[in-house]
């Protein structure tokens, strides 16, 4: 069983900076996937950024690209989400996820085993 922890979420005007933090407990020797998803109320829920951990490949939904970053650090078993010049329509909960086993990171929150408690991003105009 993975258990994450999130934090990092609040309240910011619109073209502020937020960094979300999701520590895992992940204990495997296969290679394994971790990312954020979000939604927004009345909506789906969406792949924002995902990370493999072997080799820090990246993956990002296009708008976010050159925005927000997505990294991790491996002594810590952490991902992080740094979010910048945030607008409101980026306003949403934000999960932290993780596919194990996983060599790839994939866009399909089916494909995700395991989902953190969510962080609330709220930005206002």
């Known amino acids: 069983q993975v258990q994450l922890v999130e934090s990092g979420g609040g309240l910011v005007q619109a073209g502020g900076s937020l960094r979300l933090s999701c520590a895992a407990s992940?204990?495997?020797?296969?290679?394994?996937?971790m990312g954020w998803f979000r939604q927004a109320p009345g909506k789906e829920r969406e792949f924002v950024a995902g990370i493999r951990w072997s080799d820090g490949f990246t993956l990002y939904t296009d708008p976010v690209k050159g925005r927000f970053t997505i990294s991790r650090d491996n002594a810590k078993n952490t991902i992080y989400l740094q979010m910048n010049s945030l607008q409101p329509e980026a306003t949403a909960v934000y999960y932290c996820?993780?596919?194990?086993?996983?060599?790839?990171?994939?866009?399909?929150?089916?494909?995700?085993?395991?989902w953190g408690q969510g962080t609330q991003v709220t930005v206002s105009s």
């Open positions: 996820v993780v596919r194990s086993p996983s060599t790839y990171v994939y866009t399909d929150p089916a494909l995700y085993h395991y």
């Open positions: 992940v204990r495997t020797f296969s290679d394994y996937a």
